[in-house]
Nanobody
Framework: DVQLVESGGGLVQPGGSLRLSCAAS????????MAWFRQAPGKERQKVAAYNNYRGITYADSVKGRFTISHDNVKRTLYLQMTSLKPEDTAMYYC????????????????WGQGTQVTVSS
């Protein structure tokens, strides 16, 4: 079975930084997309950043220049380094994975983690 386990969320002041991790197990496909989504209360789940091992990296406009996605293939772990955090970044952050290309819609992703809460507040 595929499992995605996120960690690293927490409470941080505006302007601060956090690094999220997503440890993947049981996912052995040679062409894949792994992504970070977030969902704030009352809002739709949106893709923040995505990594495809053949096509590269993409970011949502709202996080470009502040967030960095990376992937350690040996550890099978996906990271999201978040800097210059803003109150509007407050959300539950989810790791997701699928075989093949990265798509925008959450429904296109097969595997999901349980989420980790990020709260940006003074």
């Amino acid at each position: 079975d595929v499992q995605l386990v996120e960690s690293g969320g927490g409470l941080v002041q505006p302007g601060g930084s956090l690094r999220l991790s997503c440890a993947a197990s049981g996912f052995t496909d040679s062409w894949y997309c792994m992504a970070w989504f977030r969902q704030a209360p009352g809002k739709e789940r949106q893709k923040v950043a995505a990594y495809n091992n053949y096509r590269g990296i993409t970011y949502a406009d709202s996080v470009k220049g502040r967030f960095t996605i990376s992937h350690d293939n040996v550890k099978r772990t996906l990271y999201l380094q978040m800097t210059s955090l803003k109150p509007e970044d407050t959300a539950m952050y989810y790791c997701a994975a699928r075989v093949g290309l990265c798509y925008i819609e959450p429904v296109s992703f097969t595997y999901w983690g349980q989420g980790t809460q990020v709260t940006v507040s003074s």
